[in-house]
């Protein structure tokens, strides 16, 4: 099992400029999340989806970031036009049905300037 | 505001000495959670336990809960220079539902 994967690694991005950061979960898995880790803030829950449906996306910042899951081994977080504040380590983490522990990715560092 | 708060922020020991941290929570939840991160990696998830659980153990791990106090303690025994790592608690606090919210952890750090 590979784990939960993201892409890129790292990206570095000038301001203004479309960003895509992309997730594959754990085959079987049905739950997935995108999550935000800043020193400031900590973790922060952006959106989850269960079986490719997105259920509670209130953590998304602003109409700036948006979020696919177009079936149920890939999803895209995307932010449009990106600024300097967006600059994180966003994660992807997925979780199968009737258990609660997530299996999180690497994480994708993201660098606005 | 942060649904967990883990305590102390910061943790410096000796190996071999136990390591303990704490975790508060504000509502009432259906599970809390702990995960390890290391520098520059993801979350890996460590132990769940359970509202009507009171204690887990995993290998040199030991979890309690008081849902009383609100209140969750991580230990870890005979710590490991491997077990330098941020700790996280996330509470689980809607029934049915797997969203977790997480602590600003506690950056635990073993001596050798």
Known sequence: DAGVIQSPRHEVTEMGQEVT???KPISGHNSLFWYRQTMMRGLELLIY???NVPIDDSGMPEDRFSAKMPNASFSTLKIQPSEPR????????STPRGTYGYTFGSGTRLTVV | SQQGEEDPQALSIQEGENATM???YKTSINNLQWYRQNSGRGLVHLILIRSNEREKHSGRLRVTLD???KSSSLLITASRAADTASYFCATNIIQGAQKLV???GTRLTINP
């Open chain 2, 22 to 24: 704490n975790c508060s």
């Open chain 2, 102 to 104: 997480f602590g600003q």
């Open chain 1, 21 to 23: 950061l992309r997730c």
């Open chain 1, 49 to 51: 989806f269960n079986n």
């Open chain 1, 86 to 93: 967006d600059s994180a380590v966003y994660f992807c983490a």
């Open chain 2, 67 to 69: 849902t009383s106090k």
